[in-house]
Each structure stands twice: as C-alpha cells, then as structure tokens.
C-alpha cells in the first residue's frame, strides 16, 4: 500500500483516517496544518496527500501553492481536498490549483478509501 500525508487540523478526525488507512495496510504520516504539512512532505516523500482547507498558521490552498512553488510537479503526489467547503468556488478552486479530486466532510470510509486506491495505482 502507499504513503499518505494527511493534512487536518482537527485531532480526531485526523488519528481516525489515519486508523482507518493504517487498518488497510497504509503508511500514514500526520500533519496538524499546513505549516507542518509541508515539514512532512519534505520529510517523507508521500505518495497520495489528503488535506484540509481550513486550518491555522496555512490553510489547504496556500499549502498546495507553496507545494507548487517549492517543487517541480512531477514532485507533488495527488493530492486530494477532503473539506466541509463544499461551496462550488472553493471545489473548482482546489481542482484548479492541481488537487485531483475534493471529497467533502462527513464522508464515506469505504467510497474515500476506493478513491484513494484509484488514485495510488494511477
């Protein structure tokens, strides 16, 4: 199975997916903001990212516009919006900025983790 960097400011929603993703046989790697969620990146080379948008210190979008700017794109793992903004601006916003896909909160664990497979045999 993969690495995965999950960005989430929320402690309980954060160490759940982690659960559930180490469960089914994924490396997790834990970031509290965006700030930190770049610190991890650099760190563990991810292979898939899933990532908050509001969060302290560096939301989702700034996290992936500072992501773009410190690496190449062939760098940078798909990366996944997983928010409660589910305004139609902030999803076409996100796909624009390169996420691969925006799955809004309160999702579904079987549909995130077939999304997430997907996405890691890509």
């Given at each position: 199975m993969g690495k995965i960097l999950i960005i989430e400011d929320d402690?309980?929603?954060r160490e759940t997916l982690a659960e559930i993703l180490e469960f089914t046989g994924h490396n997790v790697?834990?970031?509290?903001n965006g700030?930190?969620?770049i610190i991890k990146f650099n760190e563990?080379?991810?292979e898939l990212?899933?990532?908050d948008i509001n969060m302290p210190f560096m939301d989702g979008f700034d996290m992936l516009k500072n992501l773009h700017k410190l690496h190449k794109e062939d760098e940078i793992p798909p990366f996944i919006f997983l928010s409660a903004k589910t305004e139609e601006k902030n999803i076409r916003r996100g796909l624009n900025m390169g996420a691969v896909d925006f799955v809004t909160k309160p999702y579904s664990a079987p549909e995130l983790l077939?999304?997430?497979d997907s996405?890691?045999?890509?």
């Open positions: 402690k309980l929603l790697v834990e970031a509290g700030k930190e969620g563990s080379a991810p990212i899933i990532c077939k999304l997430i996405r890691l045999k890509e």
